[in-house]
């Protein structure tokens, strides 16, 4: 079992930056991949960014590569999410998500799958 926890969303003009934070506690002993999502309002739920935390590999989605990068804490076992340049087409709820299915496939088809673990989000909103 595992708990994540989503932090450091927030209301940010456009060009603006924003740390996202995903807290993981409970069984980290296995190998988990920890992906990205968002939710825009009246839109799917679509992958952002993702991380393996047993060698750091990272993926990201075409529509925010160059602009957000991950990152991992396994000391902490934290993942964060810098997100630069904000635009206001990224505004939407953020989640992060711990599961063992590889990273690639996740970002393309963000369906919640039996297995997985998800946070409650954090809000991000970019003004224009």
């Known amino acids: 079992q595992l708990q994540l926890v989503e932090s450091g969303g927030g209301l940010v003009q456009s060009g603006g930056s924003l740390r996202l934070s995903c807290a993981v506690s409970g069984d980290t002993s296995d190998d988990y991949n920890i992906g990205w999502f968002r939710q825009a309002p009246g839109k799917e739920r679509e992958g952002v960014s993702c991380i393996s935390t047993r060698d750091g590999n990272t993926n990201y989605a075409d529509a925010i590569k160059g602009r957000f990068t991950v990152s991992r804490d396994n000391v902490k076992n934290t993942v964060h999410l810098q997100l630069n340049s904000l635009k206001p087409e990224d505004t939407g709820d953020y989640y992060c998500?711990?599961?063992?299915?590889?990273?690639?496939?996740?970002?393309?088809?963000?369906?919640?799958?039996?297995?997985?673990?998800w946070g409650l989000g954090t809000q991000v909103t970019v003004a224009s």
């Open positions: 998500a711990a599961f063992t299915s590889p990273c690639r496939p996740r970002l393309t088809s963000a369906r919640m799958r039996p297995g997985d673990y």
